[in-house]
């Protein structure tokens, strides 16, 4: 049988050959391996790790309805800050006044390409189509949302059989499936998202979403079907085992929140919000944490899609998790432990749906900035920089966000530092100038600054919940136990 070793080499790459070359004795010091299914790896990892990642479930198993996020190809035309400024840039690329070679310069389009793209056949189908309904938010990057013309005609990949779920009330967890793609040292390829994702969410290797609800398409809302969660029933057997609590599937979402069809939606009113539901129910306004987790009372504990949800983002926002299964998290999805029992499970669901709130911007707190925003004249993005807790956006350090944690400045998701890529996205590029920031740009940058800060907090909060409980991997168990 074929002996697998592993060995350090540093040096010049003809002082490595001449090592290679040369007697196989001297590979020393050096590790014996023993590969092991799945993943068969030639590196060093800790064994007694990948058993008990292992024995978790993958999150593709968990929430087996996933997909790519979507694909426009064509961002500078079809992605904006909001939904006017789409609106206007799709207008100006369906006159027929301007000609396809100025439109191709101006949007920085092909003609034609290997897809089939044919700009002007695309501009002729979309003007009959041209409507704003098909507008739809986004998460263009962690804390970026954006606007989208989301039509099949114009976006390369719509990916709208995953997607439609999520053009309405609805949560999306976002995952890479190789964290290694990203060059962070640690894993931070996670994130949620409360309507369109982008498939470069993250800063390689794509972003993957998985919805927390499957919405019925027309046909199938016309014999009766209705909205289900997007959960393994034999992982909720397991949870309700572990917890030995029942499932109630009742939740925030009105069961007339239809799917966002064929580029549009099925009712023309505006659907209901968690904002809206929120007030009928009595709830604090735009708060995830102050809603109950069911709209139906019962007298028996039970536990809904919601705390799963919440549950699967405070483990993977333990540092500890990401620690422990670093070289597994490199090459492929997440896999999730179940709970050893009610106790661990209680106390990760609330500081799991206070993430979910931080990074969907719901959270009350998110209200209670910790900067200030310092400068005269217009506050136009020119260069980002970063001194003395202040985050600089020209190049004379005289305009910026005073009161910036270094821990925050230096937070990453999805392989972004998430300060620094939301204004290098507004800063001046292809000759354009910088985006002059609006008040509803200053404010939102505040509540960045408060949730990547809390998310720092929380996350600590988790691992201590964990240690407290058994630690790792004492206070959960495996997939089946």
Known sequence: MAKVIHVDLFGKRTEKYDFLGADRSRLHPSVSLSPSSPFFLFTCSDQHAGIEFEAFRSITDVLPLCSLGLLTKRDDLLVGFGPEDVWNKVDHFLDSRVSDVVIAKEFGLPLRDKDRWDLSKARKQARAEHKRQVIAGLTYRPFD????YYTNTLVARTNRRVLSNLNKVNSGLVLGRQGAAVGTPVWDVVFCTNELIDQNAFRRGGSTVFPLHIYPTREEAAMGVEKKPNFNPQFLDEVVGAIARSFNKSTLIPENAMPFIDGGPLVEPAQPTLESFGDALGADQGSLESAPKSVEETSEPTFTPEDVFHYIYAVLHSPTYRRRYAEFLKIDFPRIPLPGGPEVFDVLVPLGGDLVAMHLMESPRLNEPMTTFIGQGAPQVEKVSYTDQTVW????????????????WNFYIGGYQVCEKWLK?????????GRTLTPEDIDHYQRIVVALSETIRIMAEIDKAIEAHGGWPGAFQGAGQ
């Open 145 to 148: 949302n954006r606007s989208i």
């Open 393 to 408: 956006i020209n190049k004379d350090q005289t305009k910026g966000f005073q009161g910036v944690p270094e821990s925050v």
């Open 425 to 433: 996205d507004r800063a001046p590029k292809k000759g354009k100038p």
